[in-house]
């Protein structure tokens, strides 16, 4: 485990004024973070639009990374927008040889594109289904070969949801921060989770690098209504591809929550909710969620601090299992510009039937698509400017 009182006997100072690190480099600790501002202008809700002269605060993260011989740590706290807080990742972790690892703490969940499933600031429908950034208090074994990457996971319960990032499911009563009063019957939890990833790594310099993946997760389904226990599985395939200055990523994803529901309660729909960042949303029980990226990494060379500005494009498309929900869609158009300390993106996202991208008018977008702007395509603009420290 991490010494911090061992390591004050034998720092150096270093370049970076927040990092510590011992002569012999066994032993280290980096402070770190970033602040991000955010402008959106966003097609349904013309009335609280200011134009792009106001840029409202985002995110300020708090990274915290040490090692100690062959155990480290990794935690990211956020202050979000709202006044509201998260916990992004809080792990431990041992090299148990050089290509295993174990980690313990709020640990991320493998599973497909991982831990980010898009290029672009704006998050895609999988992250907003569960398989994007989402932490879990757990356990994961890791093992990192130069042709396979292979993580096992086990999670007792999911992260509690005052400190949630990334959305999961939930019962209406642990969503005091944001659920709505038409929620209240939704009291299903996920225990017990298991989750598998194995990736093939192939290639060279002249082909690029890729790989190839499968990941899976089944979980029990408490309903703390009923006592009973229903059962969720996920199954996944994904690649992703780097050729000179190209990405493509791709993933396919099928999931079902089968839920032991009390009489009266819509087994088609889940409950998923965050911090309260966001109200409360259903997602449909089951469906098949698709995405497909792709990104161009172009140099820039005399600009100051400009060094790279990286194009993207990320498409995903939802098909619900009821044939009488029209399907989810978003595309994501934008550029990310890289100029450490600072980063910028810039985003134009299209959707239909997706609750990101329409909000309370399209607050079913997820399931059914009966709200005010269901099966209308709508876009936002997207700001986001960072600074890391």
Do not use: C
Not at 311 to 339: L, P, V
């Amino acid at each position: 485990m991490l010494s911090l009182g061992a390591m004050t006997m034998s720092v150096q100072a270093a370049d970076d004024p927040l990092q510590w690190k011992s002569e012999d480099g066994t032993q280290s600790l980096k402070v770190g973070g970033v602040i991000r501002l955010n402008h959106r202008y966003e097609q349904w809700d013309a009335s609280k639009n200011r134009g792009f002269g106001k840029l409202d605060f985002d995110i300020f993260r708090l990274d915290l990374k040490g090692k100690s011989d062959d155990a480290y740590l990794n935690a990211s706290y956020l202050i979000q927008d709202q006044e509201m807080t998260s916990i992004e990742k809080a792990y431990v972790g041992y090299n148990l040889s050089p290509t295993q690892s174990i980690e313990a703490g709020f640990v991320y969940k493998p599973f497909a594109i991982y831990p980010y499933p898009q290029n672009g600031w704006t998050y895609h429908i999988p992250f907003f289904l569960g398989y994007g950034n989402n932490a879990a208090p757990g356990i994961n074994w890791n093992y990192n070969h130069p042709d396979w990457d292979i993580k096992l996971g086990y999670y007792p319960q999911m992260l509690a949801t005052n400190l949630r990032y990334s959305p999961e499911s939930a019962t209406y009563d642990d969503l005091s921060e944001n659920h709505l009063p038409f929620q209240a019957a939704y009291q299903n939890e996920k225990k017990n989770q298991f989750n598998a990833r194995i990736v093939h790594k192939f290639g060279n310099e002249n082909l690029g690098k890729h790989e190839v993946g499968i990941s899976g997760a089944i979980a029990q389904l408490h309903n703390k209504t009923t006592a009973k226990d229903g059962h969720y599985y996920a199954a996944g395939l994904h690649s992703n591809s780097n050729y000179q200055r190209w990405n493509l990523q791709s993933s396919v994803i099928h999931y079902q929550y089968d839920a032991e529901n009390p009489d009266g309660v819509n087994d088609d729909m889940t409950l998923m909710g965050a911090n309260g960042l966001t109200p409360a949303y259903f997602i449909a029980s089951e469906g098949t969620v698709a995405s497909l990226n792709l990104a161009y990494t172009l140099p820039v060379q005399n600009m100051g601090k400009l060094k790279s500005i990286r194009f993207y494009n990320d498409y995903s498309y939802f098909d619900k299992e009821r044939s009488d929900w029209a399907a989810s869609q978003m595309n994501t158009t934008g550029a990310m510009f890289i100029a450490s300390p600072f980063m910028v993106w810039a985003d134009y996202t299209w959707g239909k039937n997706a609750n990101i991208i329409g909000g309370a008018t399209n607050g079913t977008g997820f399931t059914s698509a009966t709200s005010e702007n269901s099966d209308k395509w709508m876009y936002r603009v997207n700001l986001n400017i960072g600074f890391s420290f």
